[in-house]
């Protein structure tokens, strides 16, 4: 009884890009990527493929895997930091419409990569609420295409794919959310929000015509994309550690209670310092940015459709989701599997 995971999905694109590729061009090996992030290839998307086009197959098959209908959802939640477009519309109402699910909501929610815990949340009040609903919320990313390809320092990191989940619920509106075994810890610490940057928006201010007094039209600045790697990585140990073990104090377990972790797939080496620090073995985080790279708030939602598919997340198995992202903003959710 309760809320639940009903459904996975994942997509990642048929365009491959190997560490062999990127050597062609850059002064770099596979070797030396591989050793620094763990990454070996990555998926790229190709001509006609988005984050919206992404997410609409990743949602497909989530929906395909839950038994539920398009019509019978209520709230599409998007974590994106690459929509379709820029300020609007929302890539969650580009999947809305190209998914038919005409009774929902829809929005988008940029917490960088930790934005799938966060959306998840958003979605876990709706069906407490509306028990008669379900919501789907998707993971999708394009990050390739924000990228600079001659920056050896950043383009080895990403790769482009989306996950997905259907959330729904069985009891009386508001009875789950005291029920629930599941636990959420979301935060933020803007004093690193320049840690990870890309300029551009609208921050800055644009002349004005001082005979009309309307503005005068600007180029386009080029975005630049800056990662402060040491201070990152930081970071992201010390709050992937944190959060983790602060949802198993607040559950009464130990860390090395938990069955399988599913943590943001941003660097091989986070992860094992993150796992030395939880006294876990690395076998109990999946693991899968050899071959995906960092897909950002896609990498959660893709991991645990993953599992699913590999049959290696049970019934009643004790996870945790955690992530960290640009803002700097970090998320953690306790569940018993697939209860929410």
């Known amino acids: 009884m309760g809320i639940k995971i009903l459904g996975t999905g994942s997509y990642l ?26 990454i070996h290839r990555r998926h790229v998307a190709g001509e006609g493929e988005s984050s ?26 998007v974590a994106t930091s690459t929509p379709d477009y820029g300020p609007f519309p929302s890539t969650a109402c580009l999947i809305q419409a190209a998914l038919g699910c005409t009774n929902a909501g829809a929005f988008d929610l940029q917490a960088a990569c930790a934005g799938f815990v966060y959306a998840v949340e958003q979605a876990r009040g709706f069906v407490n609420f509306y028990p008669d609903k ?6 999708t990313e394009t990050l390739t ?11 080895i990191l990403f790769g482009d794919g989306a996950g997905a989940i259907v959330i729904g619920n069985d009891e009386a509106p508001g009875v789950a959310g005291t029920k629930t075994d ?4 979301l935060g933020a610490d803007g004093t690193g929000a320049g840690f990870i940057t890309r300029t551009g928006g ?6 004005f015509n001082p005979e009309t007094g309307v503005p005068v039209p600007v180029e386009h600045v080029n975005a630049k994309f800056e990662i402060k790697g040491h201070d990152v990585f930081a970071f992201a140990v010390r709050q992937l550690s944190k959060v983790a073990t602060d949802l198993c104090v607040k559950k009464g377990i130990e860390t090395t209670d938990l069955d399988r972790v599913f943590a943001h797939q941003a660097n091989a080496r986070i992860i094992e310092a993150t796992a030395r620090r939880m006294k876990l073995p690395l076998e109990s985080f999946w693991l899968n940015l050899e071959e995906t790279g960092n897909t950002s708030a ?6 645990l459709d993953q599992a699913v598919k590999a049959g290696e997340l049970k019934e009643g198995m004790k996870i945790v989701m955690i992530g960290f992202g640009a803002g700097l903003t970090y998320a953690g ?7 929410l």
């Open 13 to 38: 694109p048929p365009k491959v890009v190997t560490n062999d590729d990127i050597a062609k061009s850059l002064d770099t090996t596979d070797e030396w990527i591989y050793s620094h992030t763990g």
């Open 52 to 77: 919206s086009t992404m997410g609409t197959e990743a949602a497909k098959k989530a929906l395909e895997a839950a038994g539920v209908s398009p019509d019978e959802i209520g709230l599409i939640v």
């Open 134 to 139: 379900k919501a789907l919320v998707i993971g």
């Open 145 to 155: 295409r924000i990228q600079d390809w001659t920056d050896r320092s950043s383009c």
């Open 182 to 185: 599941a636990y959420t810890i």
């Open 202 to 207: 609208m921050k800055d201010a644009i002349p």
């Open 298 to 303: 896609a990498s959660i939602p893709i991991s």
């Open 333 to 339: 959710t306790y569940l018993t599997w697939p209860n």
